[in-house]
């Protein structure tokens, strides 16, 4: 008989990263289930109309490729 050791669990295997990952994955889904709701944005002329999740996402990500070629460049 040779000695094994038993498994780590599933649980025991998960890192902290994926707890977090998992943790901000369905703090976003509650986000979108709570934010259905149609709003107006105005910018200049256009007027648009959509979902507060969508037009909020939209910014981050505007942030997002903002704050990466602001980072890019400060590299140089």
Avoid: C
Avoid at 61 to 72: D, E, H, M, S, Y
């Amino acid at each position: 008989m040779t000695d094994r050791e038993p498994k780590p669990s599933l649980l025991s295997r998960i890192t902290v990263n994926q707890w977090l990952a998992l943790a901000l994955t369905v703090i976003a889904v509650i986000f979108v289930v709570e934010n259905r709701d149609h709003v107006e944005i105005q910018f200049l002329p256009i007027t648009v109309s959509s979902p507060m999740w969508l037009i909020l996402l939209v910014m981050f990500l505007i942030g997002l490729v903002t704050g990466l070629l602001i980072r890019r460049r400060g590299r140089r």
